[in-house]
């Protein structure tokens, strides 16, 4: 099969589509071809050497496509079940390639639309549950135009929380539309902030990493009631704690992610699409950091 891969590290220009051996579905896992696959900041880290030392290796921790074979105890899809989800090997941006955790792909939803999800909705809904937002609270989200917060921004209204979101003049209307109070983000943030919620809020979740994690504890009322997705080495300096996935995932959101598409509580971020062979360009283009829309690979 076809996928992307480096042998060392460095810029774009290392990726590589080579042809590895197939992979095959273990105990609870199912293989998928593979029809798209999504592209994350966690892919360039990979292969800056910011991330696992070994070498070569692939990419892709998200995917879409249609099982071809399943492994052993699995019940719950079948050869031909359209579904996606994670592969926890990092290689899923390939012909074919193995999830551990996945679900079924809503109706509504194309391939692309559903391999942009998986990492987006996870961390929105782990950081959120790590917070413990809950319908009646006030939940400030910083970086909230972004895909990470954009989701978190619409999981938290689903839950019945008051969200106030920080973003750019120009994703104001959006933020809106998405159900959240946007503020301008920058100096005198904190003060719009306490235009809308005299009190400050009850909780706060940075997605951009901005360095405003003493102001968040501030509105919030203490380092407890903050999380940032973004900020490693502020959360260490301030005490406040950083999400990552090892610490319990949020993989039921992708069984609820349908019926919320379904009843208008949840928009699709806006996709960019490249060929899988465009593997390159997808990293140059998303570590410019000038689209914000979401890159999937499309290797069906």
């Known amino acids: 099969m076809k996928a992307a891969q480096f042998r060392r590290f460095g810029g774009p220009e290392v990726l590589e589509i080579v042809d590895l051996p ?24 990979k292969r800056q050497g910011l991330m696992d030392p070994e070498l070569p290796q692939t990419l892709g921790y998200e995917a879409a496509g249609v099982v ?16 996606f989800g994670f592969c926890v090997e990092g290689a899923a941006q390939a012909e074919r390639a193995v999830l551990s955790s996945y679900a079924p792909i809503p109706s509504s939803l194309g391939f692309a639309e559903a391999a942009a999800l998986p990492s987006v909705l996870e961390t929105a809904a782990r950081a959120l549950d790590q917070l413990g937002v809950t319908a009646g609270t006030t939940l400030l989200v910083n970086g909230a ?33 998405l159900g959240a109070a946007p503020v301008a983000y920058g100096e005198g943030m904190s003060d719009r902030v306490r235009a809308l919620a005299a009190g400050g809020v009850d909780l706060a979740l940075d997605v951009a ?43 039921y959101v992708l069984d609820e992610v349908g ?22 360009e997808a990293h140059r283009t998303g570590e410019a950091g000038q689209v914000r829309a979401k890159l999937v690979l499309l290797a069906g």
């Not at 197939?22 to 880290?45: E, F, L, M, T, Y």
């Open 22 to 45: 197939d992979p095959h579905a273990g105990p609870g896992q199912v293989r998928i071809a593979v029809a798209a696959a999504g592209v994350n900041a966690s892919d360039w880290k």
């Open 209 to 251: 990493g901005s360095g405003v994690l003493p102001e968040l504890i501030d509105l919030a009322g203490g380092r407890d009631q903050v999380v940032t997705v973004a900020d490693f080495a502020g959360a260490q300096e301030h005490g406040v704690r950083f999400s990552r996935g090892d610490s319990g995932r949020a993989l």
């Open 259 to 280: 019926d919320l598409i379904g009843s208008g509580q949840f928009m699709l971020p806006e996709i960019r699409t490249f060929p899988l062979a465009a593997v390159a």
């Open 145 to 177: 135009s972004g895909n990470v917060g954009s989701a978190a921004v619409q999981l938290a209204v689903a839950r019945g929380a008051r969200v106030i979101g920080t973003g750019g003049p120009a994703s104001h209307e959006r933020l809106r539309s």
């Open 68 to 83: 071809d074979e399943v492994g052993e105890g699995v019940t719950d899809a079948g050869v031909g079940d359209r579904v």
